[in-house]
């Protein structure tokens, strides 16, 4: 008996089309994909662009989008302990060469209600997963859900790749509030697209609580005793609202707003997470600059640790400005700082320039340099010259 259930319907109607009778009668998927492929292999060659365009598309649908993007950085400068202690594992803190990462994409459809992405990212250290998940394509009533390994929607940046940064270096909100490989873990997302006459979404994260148990610990938080009991196990999760909402006052300008909460169970403390984020971005609409634009991303948030010792709130954020000021140069401005309460620390302050310079999609050299001021008098600066390459299918980037 034929398996129609089993069976990616974009590949049975690329191939319906180009095997015709054959495929047709074919009873097994083995006799579908022989006749597919014999079709292919036998297609005559045709002068035309479109014939050729076509056989790719239809092989394509039976492949996955891969890339490989490289992110490697050389530095020098006399570096501030205190702002280094919050850098994360990719960041560039050395004097000389640092790999920073390779990360290997692979994004798919799977069928009419799933699509599926992984990213794994290689170091000269090892390898992790860093997101690995699915999402659902035909939910009714404006939803959609996302399950696996995710990079969860606390704030913009903690979402982001290395490879979509204006720098080389993440800013201290993600470092110094939400740990050094972000806010990612197992578990299920829900979102809603509600019916408002603008873009807004509501969502809605249960997950594992293993990157916030990972962020006590090196917060030196002593574990406490887990909940037991019926609800023991709900207790410990890790759950994240969020809202965000989209505003277009005019043509060439148009942004998003959003707000989240989110919260650990008490595997060590319980940590709880505030924030908002704004990113605006205008566009120039003259024939000679198409393409040009500034954008301004600002965002904070603020954690505490729920302890009987202390229970005071840390608090960090940043304003970045990226001006795309000519076809393939982009500038940036950033600065950010961090107030960690619960140790008794006062502000740390850092301020960034960058200039990058994109040769094409798959191509960016960038430098670098940084200021910051930090408690006891420390200061510390650092030039960084950084590169990246890509190999492969890379899809654009969200808005």
């Known amino acids: 008996m034929l398996n129609m259930c089993s069976r990616p319907w974009p590949v049975l109607a690329m191939a319906l089309l180009l095997a015709g009778p054959a495929a047709a009668w074919a009873e097994t998927d083995e006799e579908l994909l022989e006749a597919f492929s014999a079709a292919v292999s036998s297609a005559p060659e045709q002068p035309s662009d479109s014939s050729s365009g076509f056989r790719s598309t239809a092989l394509n649908l ?3 989008a891969i890339s490989f993007i490289a992110d490697a950085a050389v530095s020098v400068g006399d570096g501030n302990p205190v702002v280094d202690q919050f850098s994360t594992d990719h960041d560039p803190v050395k004097n000389g060469f640092t790999l920073q990462q390779i ?9 009419p209600y ?27 009533a404006g939803l959609q859900s996302r399950f696996g390994k995710v990079k969860w929607a606390a704030g913009r940046e903690n979402a982001t790749h290395l490879h979509s940064w204006s720098f080389g270096k993440a800013s201290l909100l993600r470092s110094g509030l939400l740990g050094a490989e972000s806010l990612s873990s197992l578990g299920v997302e829900l979102s809603w697209l509600t019916p408002l006459p603008f873009y807004d ?17 090196e917060l030196g938080l002593a574990p406490t005793t887990a909940p037991t009991g019926p609800g023991g196990w709900f207790r410990r999760q890790f759950y994240l609202l969020r809202n965000e909402a989209s505003f277009t006052p005019m043509d060439a300008l148009a942004g998003n707003v959003g707000v989240w909460a989110a919260q650990s169970g008490p595997s060590f403390a319980r940590l709880q997470w505030l924030g908002a984020d704004l990113y605006a971005k205008w566009r120039s609409r003259k024939n000679n600059e198409e393409g040009r634009y500034l954008a301004l991303t600002v965002e904070a948030a603020g954690r505490r640790a729920q302890t009987p010792a202390n229970g005071k709130l840390d608090i960090a954020g940043y304003e970045l400005v990226d001006i795309h000021f000519a076809q393939r140069w982009l500038g940036s401005l950033r ?29 960016k050299f960038r430098i670098e340099g940084f200021e910051s001021h930090s408690p006891a008098g420390h200061e510390g600066w650092t030039v960084d010259l950084g590169f ?12």
């Open 62 to 64: 039976m492949n996955p």
């Open 103 to 111: 990360e290997l994409s692979v994004q798919s459809p799977v069928d």
């Open 114 to 140: 799933l699509e599926y992405f992984m990213a794994m990212v290689f170091t000269l250290e090892g390898f992790e997963i860093e997101e690995a998940y699915g999402t659902t394509r035909a939910l009714p």
């Open 201 to 217: 979404t509501l969502q809605a994260v249960a997950a594992d609580q293993a990157a916030a148990d990972e962020l006590a610990d």
């Open 335 to 363: 600065h950010e700082w961090l107030h960690q309460r619960s140790q008794g620390e006062a502000l740390t302050q850092r301020s960034g320039l960058a200039i990058a310079f994109r040769p094409s999609e798959f191509s």
């Open 388 to 399: 990246e390459l890509v190999a492969g299918a890379h899809g654009a980037h969200s808005f």
